[in-house]
């Protein structure tokens, strides 16, 4: 096995490990200082207080495997550079989760999530990584400012059910991981290798009955950020130009749930920034499917995804039009049908 495919299976391996030990620990913390998500309104999903904080542990398995991989592997130029973006700019979104997960029921407004989520997303841009298949400059840098902000808050609106954010975005890491492995991309591998074992460490924790955690915003906002910051790291395709689009497929997921639950509250005269049980999961288990079993689907539809954003890499401009296309009608058969369910809010 290639020496670089050690690495980013220790990435993984190293992440999954700090995040699966410290999980129960940051729980002790958040039962002791009562950091518990209590189910202070109808749009919350679960019954009794529960601790929260969880995307402490992710973000320390984030870490600590970035920092080890700096010590055992050497980092081609750049790679470094790119990572420090990642860091800062995930370490400010965890800090703003944080204060927004220890502030609940209330929680900060949209407002300042917004803000500090939009200064996050200019560290990326002033360290270079941001969307560069679009001129003029300065409409590149606001579309990437849009990208950041909106993926980092499409991994939080989606998680409302045990394992749901983190399962998606332990799907779009390894995604983005196996997609970039032939550009060699490394601060792509490694950050994807990196926070797939982050989340996939969290997640038994997260689906545990008798020690479960909530990963919270400081977890799913992080979550977010660092995968929108890892999509504008890599070409993606020599083959054609719409492979450019691929990360559109790996992160549909919560996407589709995000524009699917504004839309809704829209059409109801509703603030889109207000909660409400209009996910596409809720509408799922109205039908009376199990909230394991609606994961599971997510996590498999992801899975799909990813493989239609490797196929749109590699065919030719044409035939990945076509899988688009395809995907496209599909959204809209869904949510037809789903938009059919009737929902008591």
């Not at 299976?9 to 699966?20: K, N, S, W, Y």
């Not at 689907?297 to 899975?303: G, K, P, Q, T």
């Amino acid at each position: 096995m290639s020496s670089i495919f050690v690495v980013y299976l220790a990435a993984v391996g190293v992440a999954a490990a700090v995040t699966f030990v410290t999980t129960p620990i940051v729980r002790a913390a958040a039962l002791h200082f009562g950091w518990v998500d209590v189910p202070s309104s109808d749009v919350k999903t679960h019954k009794v207080p529960t601790p929260s904080l969880g995307g402490a542990a992710i973000y320390m398995g984030f870490v600590v495997a970035l920092l080890c991989m700096r010590f055992w592997t050497q980092f081609p130029t750049g790679t470094l550079y790119a990572l420090r973006a990642l860091l800062f700019g995930g370490t400010l979104v965890f800090i703003l989760g944080v204060v927004d997960d220890l502030a609940k029921p209330r929680g900060l407004g949209f407002k300042e999530k917004f803000a500090v989520q939009v200064l996050a997303a200019g560290l990326l841009i002033a360290f270079g990584i941001r969307i560069r298949f679009i001129t003029p400059d300065y409409v590149a840098v606001g579309l990437t400012l849009l990208w950041v902000v909106g993926i980092t808050n499409a991994y939080n609106i989606v998680d409302i059910m045990d394992g749901l954010s983190a399962s998606q975005a332990a799907v779009a890491s390894l995604s983005f991981l196996l997609i970039s492995l032939p550009s060699e991309e490394r601060y792509v591998n490694i950050a994807s290798a990196a926070l797939a074992g982050a989340t996939l460490g969290f997640l038994p924790w997260n689906f545990s009955s008798r020690r479960k955690i909530f990963m919270g915003d400081s977890g799913s906002m992080l979550l977010g950020f660092l995968l929108s910051g890892v999509a504008m790291g890599t070409r993606y395709s020599d083959v054609n130009n719409l492979g450019i689009f691929s990360p559109l497929l790996i992160v549909l997921v919560p996407m589709y749930d995000t524009f699917f639950v504004m839309y809704l509250r829209l059409r109801k005269g509703q603030s889109p920034f207000l909660g409400s049980r209009d996910h596409f999961a809720l509408r799922l288990e109205k039908l009376g499917y199990s909230r394991g079993r609606i994961v599971f689907m997510a996590a498999a539809a992801s899975v799909f995804l990813g493989f239609c954003a490797f196929l749109v890499t590699q065919l030719s401009a044409l035939s990945a039009l076509a899988v688009y296309a395809v995907v496209f009608v599909a959204i809209l058969l869904l949510s037809d049908a789903l938009a059919d369910i009737i929902m008591h809010d």
